[in-house]
Nanobody, 120 residues
Framework: QVQLVESGGGLVQAGGSLRISCKAS????????MAWYRQAPGKQRELVAD???????NYADSVKGRFTLSRDVAENTVYLQMNSLKPEDTAVYYC??????????????WGQGTQVTVSS
C-alpha cells in the first residue's frame, strides 16, 4: 500500500508562512498527479493545488499568488509553500497521489493530514 506522510503543519499568525511536506513511500513519478487538499471543520475537502507528472501546476483561485507547490522527485517528496496566510486557510491539509487506470478508474492515496492553524 502506498503511504504518504505529511509534516510541517502548525500554528502561524495571519500574514505568516509555512511549508508543509509530503513524503511518499514510492516514486512519485509513477503517479499521474500529486496534490494537496484541505478540509476545515464542517466543510468539504477541497483541492488546493496539484502537479502533473510533467510538472504542470494548478492552484485553487483562493490560493493563487500565495501558495506554491513543488516537488523533489529524487526524494519522493512534494511541498506546499504557503505565504501570506489567512485565518480562512485554517484546515487539515492532506497529501494525495492519483493514479489513472483503464476505463477511467482512478486510484487515490491519502496521507493522514497535517493541521495548519492561522490566527487572526
Amino acid at each position: 500500500q502506498v503511504q504518504l506522510v505529511e509534516s510541517g503543519g502548525g500554528l502561524v499568525q495571519a500574514g505568516g508562512s509555512l511549508r508543509i511536506s509530503c513524503k511518499a513511500s514510492e516514486r512519485i513519478a509513477r503517479f499521474d498527479a500529486m496534490a494537496w487538499y484541505r478540509q476545515a471543520p464542517g466543510k468539504q475537502r477541497e483541492l488546493v493545488a496539484d502537479i502533473t507528472r510533467t510538472g504542470i501546476t494548478n492552484y485553487a483561485d483562493s490560493v493563487k499568488g500565495r501558495f506554491t507547490l513543488s516537488r523533489d522527485v529524487a526524494e519522493n517528496t512534494v511541498y506546499l509553500q504557503m505565504n501570506s496566510l489567512k485565518p480562512e486557510d485554517t484546515a487539515v491539509y492532506y497529501c494525495n497521489a492519483k493514479q489513472i487506470r483503464y476505463a477511467g478508474l482512478v486510484n487515490n492515496y491519502w496521507g493522514q493530514g497535517t493541521q495548519v492553524t492561522v490566527s487572526s
